[in-house]
T-cell receptor
Framework: QKEVEQNSGPLSVPEGAIASLNCTYS??????FFWYRQYSGKSPELIMS????GDKEDGRFTAQLNKASQYVSLLIRDSQPSDSATYLC???????????FGTGTRLKVLA | KAGVTQTPRYLIKTRGQQVTLSCSPI?????VSWYQQTPGQGLQFLFE???????NKGNFPGRFSGRQFSNSRSEMNVSTLELGDSALYLC????????????FGQGTRLTVV
């Protein structure tokens, strides 16, 4: 069983729409969660981190965490073609010193 | 503030050879972790170092090894290269705090022929 699961996509949204990316995790001991954006041929870039239940907003991005449901999501408002990339969800458990990554969701924002 | 620096960026090696990859973390970051990324498997954890000590290791054969120096710079070594070792190798550094945001280097693209 994969420890962090994401729909591989592609998720296609029109420019200006809200893109909703989802992630579930299996380890209830996971404490911190991260969203990375990865353009083709590039390395992952940290977008958001979230540690507490609820929402966290940063510009056009909102991360949501529900520890009871073991669910993390990322909303991208006013999606732009430049947001087209693969979005990786990661979970970190203190004491293991490793991040477990999902396989990523490919997002395509259509102009 | 300089980011995570990985060298070299690209490598082509022959089966059976060995390779050493280098990672310089962000200043002040003492935790360095390594990942292998392939199209089929995604990002797979190799190992993590802090203060020259390996604190965790992923499920990779013993041909994969690493170390960390007193200045937090890290190296990973792959011996007896196989075709399947062709991948993007990523290094990430973080502060040893909770939460721990990890920042990635640009990666080393290794091709084994």
């Amino acid at each position: 069983q994969k420890e962090v699961e994401q729909n591989s996509g592609p998720l296609s949204v029109p420019e200006g729409a809200i893109a909703s990316l989802n992630c579930t995790y299996s380890d209830r001991g996971s404490q911190s969660f991260f969203w990375y954006r990865q353009y083709s041929g590039k390395s992952p870039e940290l977008i958001m981190s979230i540690y507490s239940n609820g929402d966290k907003e940063d510009g056009r991005f909102t991360a949501q965490l529900n520890k009871a449901s073991q669910y993390v999501s990322l909303l991208i408002r006013d999606s732009q073609p430049s947001d087209s990339a693969t979005y990786l969800c990661a979970a970190f458990t203190s004491g293991t010193y490793k991040y477990i990554f999902g396989t990523g969701t490919r997002l395509k924002v259509l102009a | 503030k300089a980011g995570v620096t990985q060298t070299p960026r690209y490598l082509i090696k022959t089966r059976g050879q060995q390779v050493t990859l280098s990672c310089s973390p962000i200043s002040g970051h003492r935790s360095v972790s390594w990942y292998q990324q392939t199209p089929g498997q995604g990002l797979q954890f190799l190992f993590e170092y802090f203060s020259e000590t390996q604190r965790n290791k992923g499920n990779f054969p013993g041909r994969f090894s690493g170390r960390q120096f007193s200045n937090s710079r890290s190296e990973m070594n792959v011996s007896t290269l196989e075709l399947g070792d062709s991948a993007l190798y990523l290094c990430a550094s973080s502060m040893d705090t909770t939460p721990a945001e990890a920042f990635f280097g640009q990666g080393t693209r290794l091709t084994v022929v």
